[in-house]
């Protein structure tokens, strides 16, 4: 995943994020409202309608997301405690779960298995979201184009 791609992705990610808070309020708008002693269906129908479509952003978002990079373990566990907590989907969100956890695993794997073979840096800023190593060149005057 190149420079470009992943500030992309990370602004998606961003934007991915702020629709699942969007959505959890809705949904906690919707069932407050529902706990009134007589409350008002046309406003249900309303805030239902309103369920629906951040529903459906979300899962475009999502979509998209994992078109870009399926291996993002934050992206993925977000999602997943997004179905299990605000969805109830538990079924679904406990897949995602496993996939985030397995990603991270991965990942780790890759950071250790790199770290061992004693000529590869193990910060985590130098890996992409999905654990490939990145390859930075310097362009300061003093150390221009040494690879790190």
């Known amino acids: ?78 999602y997943a405690t997004y179905l299990i907590e605000v969805l109830n989907d538990k079924e679904t969100g406990n897949e995602q779960m496993v996939k985030a956890k397995e990603s991270a695993n991965l990942r780790t794997n890759f950071e250790f298995n790199g770290a061992s073979s004693g000529n590869q840096d193990t910060d985590v800023n130098s890996y992409a979201q999905d654990g490939t190593p990145c390859i930075y060149i310097s362009g300061e005057s003093e150390h221009l184009g040494i690879i790190n």
């Open 1 to 78: 995943m190149d420079f470009i791609a992943a500030m992309n992705f990370e602004n998606m990610f961003r934007t991915f994020k702020s629709l699942i808070e969007k959505s959890a309020n809705l949904h906690f708008e919707f069932w407050n409202h529902l706990m009134d002693d007589s409350p008002d269906l046309v406003r249900l129908s309303v805030s239902g309608a309103k369920i629906n479509q951040s529903i459906n952003a979300v899962e475009d978002h999502w979509k998209k997301l994992s078109r870009m990079s399926s291996n993002a373990p934050k992206a993925l566990k977000l």
